[in-house]
């Protein structure tokens, strides 16, 4: 294994390390009952001042709940793509291999997705429509965090303009970060939450790098 692939691997271990102890610590640190319905959040002092902070945004929610349908639309056309290419080339093992890693990839965030509704961290701070719903980590967060910077690196390998291929690389970042901040901002969501997200995605897209670097030229 290359020294940079050992590197890739040890990096996405640290952060998904990280996240682990970020969501220890959220149990323990600071624990208060400062949402609604008296629900309780660890770092409740940070995570309340910052909440004072950006207020509530329903407006903001609205919209980065619609545009998390995008990468849901990414997730059905690469998995379009795959099939395509099993359905011509006639055997699964005949795919891309950087698509069969990111049909595994998907299932992963999946699987995080619905582990996290069943096993609660904290609520959201805010009722949507008067329910109280699960917060962490930002499911939306970790979508497009997952999904994007992963189409990126699609993106890289299938795109032969360069000036298009930049193109793409910029829009595709601007709308992680607008995505990001605006779940932020919108207020549904604690500061505490947003990190989780980010520190589980982070950890995830490097390992699916470091996966598809294992592929035999």
Known sequence: MKKENQRNFCIATCMLLAFL??????QFVDVQAIGPQESSVGFA?????????TGVHMSLYTITDWLGLVPLMFVMGFGTLGLIQWIKRKHLLKVDYSILVLGGFYIVVMAAF?????LVINYRPVLINGILEASYPSSTTMLVMCVMPTAIMQFDTRIKNDVLKRCVTYAITAFIVFMVIGRLVSGVHWF?????GALLSTGLVLMYRAIISLEVK
């Open 21 to 26: 102890l970020w969501t220890v610590a959220i």
């Open 192 to 196: 505490t939450d947003i990190i989780g």
């Open 45 to 53: 002092t940070i995570n309340q001042f910052v909440h004072n902070l």
């Open 114 to 118: 619905v582990l996290f509704e069943v």
